[in-house]
């Protein structure tokens, strides 16, 4: 069982903190698909000071999302612990994530995300400065390193351990390979190896096959699910029931996709209004309509959408179109 300071997940399978996709409209939908644990986009510590109308917007939590871990990111220890504060007193939070992660320039050249990963001693005096001044426990995300000849995934990961951080979940890539390549199953199994705090294992887990594959070949605790819960919340549940029983549940229909698809969309839409919401869906969308027979035509339309109901109609018409098709093909039989 997953268990972060005293915060026990009923299972292993945890929604990475995807950038621009994570808010609470897609964690919720995500879920109520059977998530152990869902985190939530990383959110700039000097924006949490500056009090940002956006960002504020962005630490909203929906009690039915819970256990949810809030991830924040800066590169200067004052504010990554004062926003790390204000994380702690005034959000529902169960966890308090730092990003030494993410590999986009803006953020590193801000001494931020996957810059940290250069200097152990770095991530110890942050990591422990956090802890000190917190009651929720205090996890990192990082990657195996910065490049090939720069991988400290090892020392990075003893130093948030000794700095009193309560988990660490490992991308098994380098900031150089960005999301290119193959992960590197055989660091994070060092890592697990190397400490005695919960190690969540990501990267290159496309199917719950790879879950387990990843859970029994690394020996991690849990199993972070990143892209291939995109449009596919399914992904999720088909794990944890693979995970617990063995079994590989089939793949939803096209309306249950849609069902889904147009749900996400009003929850989003009660999250930041009907005109935001429909152009963030645009992207949410096409990956609900990712193999799905002729959805080209539909794809292309979404993008033209300005409302809810342009959007309905367009998914409610595929489902029609599909399921005609499907039945006529049944009857030519």
């Not at 998530?35 to 917007?57: H, P, Q, R």
């Not at 990657?143 to 130093?159: L, M, V």
């Not at 290119?180 to 199917?207: C, F, H, L, M, Y």
């Not at 617990?244 to 147009?262: A, H, N, Y």
Request: charge should be negative; hydrophobic fraction near 40%; aromatic fraction near 6%.
């Amino acid at each position: 069982m997953l268990k972060i300071g005293d915060i026990t997940m009923k299972n292993p399978v945890v929604l990475a903190p995807m950038a621009g996709v994570c808010n609470s409209a897609f964690r919720l939908t995500v879920k109520e698909f059977g998530a152990g644990l869902v985190c939530a986009e990383m959110v700039s510590d000097k924006a949490i000071l500056y009090n940002n109308a956006k960002t504020m917007g962005m630490l909203y939590i929906d009690e039915r999302e819970k256990p949810l871990s809030l991830q924040i990111f800066g590169g200067e220890k004052d504010t990554l612990v004062e926003a790390a504060k204000f994380v702690d007193k005034n959000t529902t939070a169960d966890i308090i994530d730092i990003n030494m992660g993410c590999p986009v320039p803006k953020i590193t050249k801000c001494d931020a995300g996957a810059k940290w990963l250069l200097d152990p001693n770095k991530i110890y005096e942050m990591v422990s400065a956090v802890v000190d001044v917190v009651d929720k426990p205090v996890t990192v995300k990082m990657r195996t390193g910065w490049d090939e000849d720069h991988i400290f995934a090892i020392e990075n990961a003893q130093a948030v351990e000794r700095a009193g951080g309560k988990a660490v979940a490992l991308h098994g890539r380098t900031r150089v390979q960005m999301y290119e390549g193959r992960a590197d199953w055989d660091i994070i199994k060092q890592v697990k190896e190397s400490v005695s705090i919960p190690v969540i294992g990501n990267g290159d887990v496309e199917t719950p096959q790879d879950a387990k594959r990843m859970l029994e070949q690394t020996g991690v605790d849990g199993v972070m699910i990143g892209r291939a819960a995109l449009g596919n919340p399914w992904m999720i549940y088909r794990t944890v029931k693979y995970l617990e029983t063995g079994e590989l549940m089939g793949e939803p229909s096209v309306r249950e996709k849609m069902d889904v698809c147009k749900l996400h969309l009003d929850r989003l839409i009660d999250l930041k209004g009907e005109h935001v919401a429909v152009r963030e869906m645009r992207k949410h969308a096409a990956w609900y309509l990712k193999n799905v027979r002729g959805n080209a035509k539909v794809r292309n339309a979404v993008n033209e959408c300005n409302t809810r109901e342009e959007l309905a109609v367009l998914l409610d018409n595929l489902v029609e179109e599909v399921e005609t098709r499907e039945a006529n093909n049944i009857q030519a039989i």
